[in-house]
């Protein structure tokens, strides 16, 4: 996955999610992936090493994935955005396929 790939996947992923992780969990996912920090920068603002920070947001990235495939939300989230769309275009034999994906 590229890096601007998984810093998109990830940030969907907090989107849903975010309320499931710690204060120092969000506040470095946040560093790093909103506000482009370095891993070298955030630890130097935090007073914490490196290594420090690149566990966390491993731990993070795992975390965020292992929600995901048990709750499916994003999933779900993406399938009811398919929905409004076909929805506009007045589609009933579609949105009944779409649905069906989610129940």
């Known amino acids: ?12 992923l ?4 975010y309320k499931l992780l710690t204060d120092k969990q969000r506040e470095y996912f946040e560093l790093y992936y909103q506000e482009n ?7 130097e603002n935090k007073n914490v090493s490196r290594n420090a ?3 966390q947001l491993k731990n993070v990235e795992k975390l965020l994935e292992d929600y ?4 499916e939300l994003h999933k779900k989230g993406i399938i009811l955005y398919e929905i409004y769309d ?3 275009e007045e589609s009933k034999s ?3 396929k779409k649905l069906n994906e989610i129940l």
Do not use: G, P, V
């Open 94 to 96: 579609n949105i009944i």
């Open 68 to 71: 995901e495939e048990k709750l």
């Open 53 to 55: 920070i690149h566990r």
């Open 14 to 17: 907090y989107d849903y999610y």
């Open 86 to 88: 076909l929805l506009k």
């Open 37 to 43: 920090l370095s891993l070298h920068e955030i630890s």
């Open 1 to 12: 996955m590229l890096e601007i790939e998984k810093a998109l996947h990830f940030n969907e």
